[in-house]
Nanobody
Framework: QVQLVESGGGLVQAGGSLTLSCVVS????????MGWFRQAPGKDREFVTA????????WYTDSVKGRFTVSRDNAKNTLYLQMGSLKPEDTAAYYC?????????????????WGQGTQVTVSS
């Protein structure tokens, strides 16, 4: 059973930085894609970024390019999301996700595994 456990959310001022972590357990291979989605109140879940675990290819939604960085630590089975130059519109619950295979998708329905979410609030 794959499990994803996020941590690192919190309250930060606009322009500040925050790093989220996601520990993954129960995986049997490295052939999968992990990433982050976010959901603001009253809005649909939105793709933020993804990374191919084997090889490290990354993808980002346009609104976070140059501000957010996704990475993974194989030895620690941990996914990270470094967020910089945060804006109030980045405020949302952030979810760690995973799917089997090597292809990323922007649709939440394509991801089989979800963490419980961690709240990020950016004050102006």
């Amino acid at each position: 059973q794959v499990q994803l456990v996020e941590s690192g959310g919190g309250l930060v001022q606009a322009g500040g930085s925050l790093t989220l972590s996601c520990v993954v357990s129960g995986r049997s291979s490295n052939n999968y894609v992990m990433g982050w989605f976010r959901q603001a109140p009253g809005k649909d879940r939105e793709f933020v970024t993804a990374i191919r675990w084997s090889g490290g290819t990354t993808w980002y939604t346009d609104s976070v390019k140059g501000r957010f960085t996704v990475s993974r630590d194989n030895a620690k089975n941990t996914l990270y999301l470094q967020m910089g130059s945060l804006k109030p519109e980045d405020t949302a619950a952030y979810y760690c996700v995973a799917r089997d295979g090597v292809t990323y998708y922007k649709s939440a329905q394509r991801y089989d595994y979800w963490g419980q979410g961690t709240q990020v609030t950016v004050s102006s």
